[in-house]
Antibody
């Protein structure tokens, strides 16, 4: 079965960068699908952040402008989120999810909570 | 960006009742819509894709309908495990956006 698991530091200081990892088991991220990051803010609003495709191409939410980067390590079957210049507004639960070619998010990780605070 | 307006924001219902949640898109999304259920402290789980198709393992008491800009999720004969939050999301191009959610509570 496909499983995704996020990991990250839990706490980041303002102006720093956040880095999160999504480890995927049960399916190779180079075989297909789009591999996404989504976040949920306190108050429960969900925001799609972007994805890395099975072929390595990216698609990002313009709202994140030049702060976001999604990369991967195919040898470890992991993909990563990097978000630069974080503020307290980036405090959220971050999820990774598999995107069935723009149809739905069919598998999600359990989420990792990130707090931005000095 | 396409705006997804979901209603109601919350609903208090009893086991056995039928509920309908609606989602309105700011433009035609051609049935490129998914519905998710989220339990407290858990990740969202896919219920419906392409507006009307139930995901694997989803009970038949759930159904999705709609077209154009107006979509609905209907739950017949609510069970205790159905309480939680529900979200719609469009897939008509990026950026994908979500509705604000509907919290289903026990009356």
């Amino acid at each position: 079965d496909v499983q995704l698991q996020e990991s990250g530091p839990g706490l980041v200081k303002p102006s720093q960068s956040l880095s999160l990892t999504c480890s995927v088991t049960g399916y190779s991220i180079t075989s297909g699908y789009y591999w996404n990051w989504i976040r949920q803010f306190p108050g429960n609003k969900l925001e799609w952040m972007g994805y890395i495709s099975y072929d390595g191409s990216n698609n990002y939410n313009p709202s994140l402008k030049n702060r976001i980067s999604i990369t991967r390590d195919t040898s470890k079957n992991q993909f990563f989120l990097k978000l630069n210049s974080v503020t307290t507004e980036d405090t959220a639960t971050y999820y990774c999810a598999r995107d069935d070619y723009g149809r739905d998010f069919d598998y999600w990780g359990q989420g990792t909570t990130l707090t931005v605070s000095s | 960006d396409i705006q997804m307006t979901q209603s109601p924001a919350s609903l208090s219902v009893s086991v056995g009742e039928t509920v309908t949640i609606t989602c309105r898109a700011s433009e035609n999304i051609y049935s490129n819509l998914a519905w998710y259920q989220q339990k407290q402290g858990k990740s969202p789980q896919l219920l419906v894709y392409a507006a009307t198709n139930l995901a694997d393992g989803v009970p038949s008491r759930f159904s999705g309908s709609g077209s154009g800009t107006q979509y609905s999720l209907k739950i017949n004969s609510l069970q205790s495990e159905d309480f939680g939050s529900y979200y719609c999301q469009h897939f008509w191009g990026t950026p994908y956006t979500f509705g604000g959610g509907t919290k289903l509570e026990i009356k």
